[in-house]
Nanobody, 119 residues
Framework: QVQLVESGGGLVQPGGSLRLSCSAS????????MSWYRQAPGKERELVAT???????????KYTDSMKGRVTISRNNANNAVFLQMDSLKPEDTAVYFC?????????WGQGTQVAVAS
């Protein structure tokens, strides 16, 4: 059974930082395209960042324009986990953040972790 469990969300002031974690079980993150999505109230879910394996020991990362330069996606294959470091957070970054895994036709979602950016 595949599980993606997010953690690390919370309330942070504008300009602050958070590090989200996604712990995976039942799949191997090193061979999946791992992504973070977010969904703000009343808005559609949007892609934030993706990390993909493009070689034996090489990953490629992509970021949405609205967060480029403020977020970094990474993974720890030994711990089977994916992370999203978020810096210089803005109130408009408030959303539920979801971990997503894709490998060919296989797609999995986590339950999400709430991030709120407010004074």
């Amino acid at each position: 059974q595949v599980q993606l469990v997010e953690s690390g969300g919370g309330l942070v002031q504008p300009g602050g930082s958070l590090r989200l974690s996604c712990s995976a079980s039942g799949l191997t993150v090193s061979i999946y395209d791992m992504s973070w999505y977010r969904q703000a109230p009343g808005k559609e879910r949007e892609l934030v960042a993706t990390i993909s394996m493009i070689g034996s020991f090489e990953d490629e990362t992509k970021y949405t324009d609205s967060m480029k330069g403020r977020v970094t996606i990474s993974r720890n294959n030994a711990n089977n986990a994916v992370f999203l470091q978020m810096d210089s957070l803005k109130p408009e970054d408030t959303a539920v953040y979801f971990c997503h895994a894709r490998h060919r036709q296989l797609v999995y979602w986590g339950q999400g972790t709430q991030v709120a950016v407010a004074s």
